[in-house]
C-alpha cells in the first residue's frame, strides 16, 4: 500500500565527491518496508552517471550501505533525464532504524539532480500477527 511520496533531493550535485539525504529525512525513511526511487536530472554539460545507494543505520551516526545502487542510470547532455529504481527490504532481514540516500556522479561536472521515494508498507498487520 502506498503511504507517502518523500523529496529526498532538490539540489545540484557539484562533482564526484559523494552528497546524503538530508537528516531530517532519517527517521521517515526508515519507516517503511518498501522505497521506490524516481529521479530526474537536467542542466549537464556532459555526459554521466548517477547512482544512489540506501544506507541505514541503527543509531544515526555509523551507517552501512543496505542496497548498493537503487538508483542508477546515464544522464545525457541538453535533455531532461528520468531514471527509476526500486528497493525493497528483505523480509527475513529488515532495515535499521534510520535510513539515507548517498548520491554520486560519475563525472566531475555538476548537474541538478531531484529525487523522489515513493514509501510502502507491506507490514501493516492487525493485532495478533495477522493480515487485516
Excluded at 533531493?9 to 521506490?36: K, N, R
Excluded at 548520491?103 to 541538478?112: D, E, G, K, M, R
Amino acid at each position: 500500500m502506498r503511504h507517502k511520496r518523500i523529496l529526498v533531493w532538490d539540489a545540484v550535485v557539484p562533482d564526484t565527491t559523494p552528497v546524503f539525504s538530508s537528516m531530517e529525512l532519517h527517521d521517515l525513511l526508515g519507516l517503511y518496508d518498501q522505497l521506490t526511487f524516481h529521479a530526474v536530472c537536467d542542466g549537464a554539460s556532459v555526459s554521466n552517471t548517477l547512482t544512489c545507494d540506501l544506507m541505514h543505520s541503527g543509531d544515526g551516526i555509523w551507517w552501512v550501505t543496505e542496497t548498493a545502487a537503487v538508483l542508477s542510470g546515464s544522464i545525457a547532455t541538453n535533455t531532461t533525464n528520468h531514471i527509476q529504481g526500486a528497493s525493497s527490504d528483505n523480509v527475513t532481514q529488515q532495515g535499521l532504524a534510520f535510513r539515507r540516500v548517498k548520491i554520486t556522479l560519475s563525472v566531475a561536472s555538476p548537474v541538478h539532480v531531484k529525487i523522489w521515494a515513493l514509501a510502502h508498507d507491506q507490514s501493516l498487520r492487525a493485532p495478533g500477527g495477522s493480515a487485516p
